[in-house]
């Protein structure tokens, strides 16, 4: 085994552990941070991958936009939530063997199907080049082949700020 | 067990754990961030494929993802507080009235 495949085992049993957290933790600001410990040792694991673009990203906006967001919000709340200190409903037992179930069966498509190989699939098109992941590669392909869909998502987030605003207008206005 | 069936296994136990994080706790901050467990689950199944094949697209994909991502939790926090205020409490047991 090489020192790759170790630093792969490695923060695939990070995130894990960091999921595994998440459902114990009494406080939510423990759960952000085990999801933040999962989310970096994903983006370790896409780095590894050779994925760099999508490991600066998960970096840039999982946890540096998104988890600070939510940190933010669990600072502006009260501690004394009872949802904080009774964690659990009343579904549990189901909810597991709910949740075992789907990953059987998950697990089962999983590894009972093929997964297309880049040898394979230059076999299918023979013109294919395949790709390297560097930023340069992804920085051309994005603003050649998606640019239309580049732009579409400008106009999401802006409709997602307005929304945003109009749902914290709204609330206002019925409290006072 | 190769890299890939490691990385299907991890983002098969990803998204069970987030699965089990929604529908057993009670804090609806801790089941947004148990959404966002689910959602990393896909997308490291999402770059496993693209890895493996070694297409572009995928990546692309993932990055469109990833915004539609950030502004969905730009929503979906402004609505948990609002509901918050409006029950003085997280606990997703309060708008159990919702289930009709």
């Not at chain 1, 909810?95 to 394979?120: F, R, S, W």
């Not at chain 2, 693209?50 to 572009?56: D, E, F, V």
Request: proline share 2%.
């Amino acid at each position: 085994m090489s020192g790759t495949d170790l630093l792969l085992w490695f923060f695939a049993a990070a995130s894990l552990a960091g999921g595994v957290l998440m459902l114990v933790a009494r406080h939510p600001m423990r759960v952000a941070l085990a999801l933040i410990g999962s989310m970096i040792s994903l983006a370790g694991i896409y780095a590894i991958l050779g994925v760099h673009v999508i490991a600066v990203f998960q970096v840039l906006i999982y946890v540096g936009a998104v988890m600070v967001f939510m940190v933010y919000v669990i600072m502006l709340l009260d501690v004394r939530d009872p949802s904080f200190l009774q964690r659990y409903g009343r579904a549990v037992v189901p909810a597991v063997a709910l949740a075992a179930l789907l990953a059987g069966a998950l697990g089962a498509a999983a590894g009972g199907g093929h997964t297309v190989t880049a040898t394979e699939l230059d076999a299918l098109q023979p013109g294919r080049t395949p790709a390297s992941f560097g930023v340069d590669a992804f920085s051309v392909s994005f603003l050649e082949r998606y640019w239309l869909h580049f732009e579409v998502t400008t106009v999401l987030l802006l409709a997602a700020v307005v929304a945003a605003i109009a749902v914290v207008r709204t609330g206002r206005r019925r409290d006072g | 067990m190769d890299r890939t069936q490691l990385l299907l296994a991890l983002a098969v136990s990803l998204f069970s754990l987030g699965f089990v994080g929604v529908m057993v706790r009670r804090n609806a901050l801790v089941l947004l961030m148990c959404m966002e467990l689910m959602l990393n689950g896909v997308i490291l199944s999402l770059v496993t494929f693209a890895s493996r094949s070694a297409t572009l697209d995928g990546a692309v994909l993932v990055f469109l993802v990833f915004v539609v991502a950030a502004a969905e939790i730009a929503i979906a926090i402004p609505i948990v507080l609002l509901l918050a205020r409006q029950r003085r409490t997280l606990d997703v047991g309060a708008w159990s009235e919702l289930k009709g």
